[in-house]
């Protein structure tokens, strides 16, 4: 493809509205196998198709993670929610876990997982500071469940399908350390206003998070403490506005709760935290 070519291709993304659309150009380049299939994905691009689905990957924290069509493209923002993650992992194995062995590795549940991009970068990120983690995904989404097995199988994790704790294995009940809950928070009647990308081609079940978008959310809080290991921690992305409503909601189901921000890149996040064992507790003199 000359230069002039590359120019056409740019200027034709542009004026369907991809803001990136030099970026773009390469990255449609570079996976189209002549230019016949280049020019069906700029077709669908230019469409309203995930950028990510027609690469068949999307970046998300320096890993490049398998997407499909149809399944929950992870943004960027979401990854203020793993950074938090990792720090509190950190101190969840600095802390003096009652009864665990020193090589024990960290428990963590990734619920709503999609493509497994917050469970994989959370281990991937730990490992590199030499701490263990036993890894569970779970999503209702079977294509989601077949990337996130993809993905998820470099770091030895295991993933199944089902409707939120209903799949969970039950041995990790009160063993969690750490879940991460990347639930659908947009309010039903805002779907219809979301770009096409996301409103016409990932599942409205990994959008939209009820009236309020925080239904998905009650329901995980009702139970979590029981899921949670004493000190352990939930974790959820929330909107500016929906996070103070979303700590309530987990200090109603005996959480303590609070609120982390991020203004570059655009995120908020919800920490529920189940109270650690006190010093009366008999595990503690094990």
Known sequence: MTASDTDTLV??????????????AALLLGAATDGDHLEALVAQRIAGFPLEHLLGWAEFRGLRVAVAPGVFVPRQRTGFLVEQAVALGRTVIRSDRVGAAA???????DMCCGCGALG???????????????????????????????NLATVSARVVEGDLFNAVPSDLRGRVHILLANTPY??????????PEARDHEPRRALDGGEDGLDVLRRIATVAR???????HLLVEESEEQAPAAAVIMREHGLTARIAECEDMGATVVIGTRAPRSATDPAMKR
């Open 186 to 195: 947009v309010p039903s009647e805002h779907i219809a206003g979301m770009p």
């Open 226 to 232: 029981d899921w949670l290991a004493p000190g352990g």
């Open 120 to 150: 994989m970068s959370f281990v991937r990120e730990l490992a590199e500071q030499g701490i263990r983690v036993d890894l569970t995904a779970s999503d209702i989404e079977p294509a989601a469940v077949a990337c996130a097995r993809e």
């Open 103 to 109: 090589d024990e590795p960290l428990i963590a549940l």
């Open 11 to 24: 200027a034709r993304l542009r004026a369907a509205g991809c803001v990136f659309a030099e970026d773009e």
